[in-house]
């Protein structure tokens, strides 16, 4: 059974860094587009970052140069290393399987930035 | 302001067909594939569609996608209570290089 279990959210200040991840069961992370999707506080889905089977990534321009997707793939694990944190980063955070075709799906963990 | 264009909003009453729309451009739904999304506030999204009209298992024959030039429509047919959620289409888009959601649809049961 395909499990996606979400942790690292939390309440940080503007400016901080925080690293989310997303432990995953029933399947292998490396072999697998892996995505992130946030949604803010009465907002839409919003694609925030992935990667690709191949190692490559993408990341929507909201968070380029400040976000990190990456894998450790002996964990089976993914993460997003999230820095220069803003309050519009302000979101419950889902890791899901796949890239357009997202699968399976986290519970979601919520980042609320704010001081 | 979202790369794909849904309505904000959507009713009917039971066992009514209701559509939704999703309108794209030349750079996304004209030539790569629409997946449609429903989400219900506080719970994980689910994949509806794939692949224009793909159900994937376990998603009733109820809903049903198509996809003409750059639009895209979800149907749902006989609705129920429990089709009240928000719908999100989906698509890659090559100039951006990346997937982009539509900015969703909350269809109300009435």
């Known amino acids: 059974e395909v499990q996606l279990v979400e942790s690292g959210g939390g309440l940080i200040q503007p400016g901080g860094s925080l690293r989310l991840s997303c432990a995953a069961s029933g399947f292998t992370v490396s072999s697998n587009y892996m995505s992130w999707v946030r949604q803010a506080p009465g907002k839409g889905l919003e694609w925030v970052s992935v990667i690709y089977s191949g190692g490559g990534t993408y990341h929507a321009d909201s968070v380029k140069g400040r976000f990190t997707i990456s894998r450790d793939n002996a964990k089976n694990t993914l993460y997003l290393q999230m820095n220069s944190l803003r309050a519009e980063d302000t979101a419950v955070y889902y890791c899901?399987?796949?890239?357009?075709?997202?699968?399976?799906w986290g519970q979601g963990t919520l980042v609320t930035v704010s001081s | 302001q979202s790369v794909l264009t849904q309505p904000p909003s959507a009713s009917g009453t039971p066992g009514q067909r209701v559509t939704i729309s999703c309108s794209g451009s030349s750079s996304n739904i004209e030539i790569n594939t629409v997946n449609w999304y429903q989400h219900l506030p506080g719970t994980a999204p689910k994949l509806l569609i794939s692949d224009n009209n793909r159900r994937p298992s376990g998603v009733p024959d109820r809903f049903s996608g198509s996809k003409s030039g750059t639009s895209a429509s979800l149907a749902i047919s006989g609705l129920q209570s429990e089709d009240e959620a928000d719908y999100y289409c989906?698509?890659?888009?090559?100039?951006?290089?990346?997937?982009?959601f539509g900015g969703g649809t909350k269809l109300t049961v009435l």
């Open positions: 899901a399987t796949g890239g357009i075709t997202a699968d399976y």
């Open positions: 989906a698509a890659w888009d090559d100039s951006l290089n990346g997937p982009v």
